[in-house]
């Protein structure tokens, strides 16, 4: 048990022995004083270490964050059960060896069964306020160790996309340069053309490197530039189709995907001016698609691997949609999922902020409000019992405050603690994730 614990314990067993010295005790010496520290010295660290201890256990056994439902039902048997041995083993050291009121055969007779009941209930009120401090400082760590894998995951993640992103750079140039090399001895003038036209792709690759996402508009100007580059060195052997919807302009895709992808084509297909390859750029459902009639080449070596699956890679860093692939012996072709909206954006919008801040303010609101009262109780309902049994003890009145107060609390705690509302939160929260997709 932790030392701040025990200091605690120590300041309750003072108060508590003040309190019973001085409002209840007849004959005010030093002998009495001394019994009265000893016997709540003796309840305090007996329940209040038995109910810690118990508590640790079952904390380190069956974490709150790993088995809610098991936890809260062996809590509640532990605490019964502990709580009974302990108060009985407390009662009977106080009237039958320290107080000396009565012998151990009329101490199990029957004679304290109701300062046993009483003592009982007192403890179990303490210990399901241990029990629920014990889960609120569970919550907190979980919520902070959450907090920390989360922002390492993303750390993560951005860490590989830039990663991914930087492939691109230095493989767009190596294979421009290739074809540029071989244009020289093929056709000078239009190695000429061939230049001027890389420096306007190689800019436009230049400008999207930080970018996740590009609207396809860009995406579809800077490709068709590219298909002019294409055409300059192929001429009439490969032949280009756009047929993409207005409405998907102003959406998004991963830049320089049309570019890796018409490079693709290129590279794993032969085409000639009698058998020309054709490629296709069109919309299709939520999809940009890119497609190509099948012309294999056997390849002379073996491919980079930055194309498709740089695509594939970068798409499932960003969203969950992904990237479709159908080949058949006519056609290949490739499905590029449309974004309606950046993920970035989704995430920064300040109604959005001011809404989840004030969910967490008024979240934040109810549990304090639950724990006050639950303190309120543990404190007032022992105070009122106290004062019933001094004043009218033939007249028990304290189980009405004490059973409606009771099932008040455990209303508000089922309400606050989402058993209630449990369903609701994982609907809403389900519902903005699959929107985030999107």
């Known amino acids: 048990m932790k030392r701040k614990n025990l200091i605690t314990l120590c300041w309750i ?69 502990a709580n009974i041995i302990l108060v009985y083993f407390c009662n009977y050291v106080n009237f039958v060896i320290f107080q000396k009121n009565a012998t151990t055969e009329e101490y199990f007779s029957g004679k304290y069964n109701f300062i046993n009941w009483f003592t009982i209930n007192v403890a179990l009120l303490i210990s399901a306020f241990l029990h629920a401090r014990g889960f609120m400082e569970e919550l907190k760590k979980t919520s902070r160790k959450e907090v920390v894998e ?43 053309k061939f230049t001027a036209s890389m420096s306007k792709i190689y800019r436009y690759v230049l400008e999207q490197k930080d970018k996740e996402l590009v609207t396809v508009e860009d995406e579809l100007e800077f490709a068709k530039t590219y298909c002019d580059l294409l055409k300059t060195r192929f001429e009439d052997s490969v032949d280009f189709e756009f047929n993409v919807r ?36 069109f919309s299709e459902n939520d999809t940009l698609c890119i497609e190509n009639n099948l012309q294999v080449r056997e390849q002379m070596k073996e491919s980079s691997g930055i194309g498709l699956p740089n695509i594939v890679q970068r798409y499932a860093l960003l969203t969950k949609r992904n990237v479709f692939i159908e ?20 995430k920064i919008k300040p109604e959005d902020k001011n809404k989840a801040y004030e969910r967490a303010q008024k979240r934040v609101k109810e549990i304090k409000g639950f724990y006050g009262n639950l303190i309120s109780y543990c404190i007032v309902i022992p105070v009122l019992i106290i004062i019933n049994l001094t004043t009218s003890p033939d007249d028990i009145w304290f189980y009405f405050p004490m059973l409606g107060w009771g099932i008040g609390i455990a209303a508000h705690g089922m309400n606050v603690f989402a058993v209630g509302k449990n369903w609701e939160e994982k609907k809403i929260r389900k519902i903005l994730e699959n929107q985030n997709k999107y």
């Open 13 to 81: 067993s003072l108060g508590t022995s003040m309190l019973f010295f001085f409002g209840f005790t007849d004959e005010k010496n030093l002998e009495n004083f001394v019994l009265t520290v000893a016997v709540c010295l003796m309840y305090s660290f007996v329940l209040g270490m038995g109910n810690g201890l118990i508590n640790d256990f079952l904390n380190k056994k069956f974490p709150w964050s790993e088995a809610t439902t098991k936890r809260a039902v062996i809590s509640i048997v532990s605490i019964l059960i």
């Open 150 to 192: 989360q922002k390492l995951i993303a750390k993560s993640a951005n860490a590989q996309f830039e990663s991914l992103k930087n492939q691109l750079d230095p493989h767009f140039l190596f294979n421009s340069l290739n074809v540029l090399s071989s244009l020289i001895d093929e056709n000078p003038r239009q190695a000429q």
């Open 246 to 281: 207005k409405e998907d302009y102003r959406r998004f895709v991963v830049p320089l995907s049309l570019q890796l992808l018409l490079e693709n084509c290129i590279k794993h297909n032969f085409a000639t001016s009698g058998k020309p390859l054709i490629i296709k750029i």
């Open 327 to 346: 080949k058949s012996g006519d056609y290949f072709k490739v499905k590029l999922p449309v974004l309606v909206s950046k993920p970035s954006e989704i």
